[in-house]
Nanobody, 122 residues
Framework: QVQLVESGGGLVQAGGSLRLLCAAS????????MGWFRQAPGKERQFVAA????????DYLDSVKGRFTISRNNSKNTVYLQMNSLKPEDTAVYSC???????????????WGQGTQVTVSS
C-alpha cells in the first residue's frame, strides 16, 4: 500500500513557475510508475506526466511538453513536477498517482493523493 500527499500548489501569475511535490509512504515506492493528473472545474481528469520506476523514461501531455518536468527521488520517496511558463489553462487540482502500467489512463493507477490546487492568473 502506498499513501501519497501532494504539496506545492498555489496562486501564480501567467508565465510563472511552481514545483509540486508528492511524498509517498511505504517501502515499495520505487516499484511504482508515478504519474501526475489534473482536473479543472467541470472537466474530466487529465493525464499530465508520468515517470518509470527508475526515472529512465517519461511521458507528457503535448500541451505541457517543454514547460513541465517530472522527476523522482526514490531515496526520498518523492516525485516532483516542475511547472514553468504557466498558463491560465493550467489551472486545476493536480494529483499524483502510483501504478504498475505504463498507460495514460487514470485506471492504470492504483493509489492517489488528495490533490493540490494550482491557479494561474492572467
Amino acid at each position: 500500500q502506498v499513501q501519497l500527499v501532494e504539496s506545492g500548489g498555489g496562486l501564480v501569475q501567467a508565465g510563472g513557475s511552481l514545483r509540486l511535490l508528492c511524498a509517498a509512504s511505504g517501502r515499495t515506492f520505487s516499484r511504482y510508475i508515478m504519474g501526475w493528473f489534473r482536473q479543472a472545474p467541470g472537466k474530466e481528469r487529465q493525464f499530465v506526466a508520468a515517470i518509470t520506476w527508475t526515472g529512465g523514461s517519461t511521458d507528457y501531455l503535448d500541451s505541457v511538453k517543454g514547460r513541465f518536468t517530472i522527476s523522482r527521488n526514490n531515496s526520498k520517496n518523492t516525485v516532483y513536477l516542475q511547472m514553468n511558463s504557466l498558463k491560465p489553462e493550467d489551472t486545476a487540482v493536480y494529483s499524483c498517482a502510483a501504478g504498475n502500467r505504463w498507460e495514460r489512463d487514470s485506471g492504470a493507477y492504483d493509489y492517489w493523493g488528495q490533490g493540490t490546487q494550482v491557479t494561474v492568473s492572467s
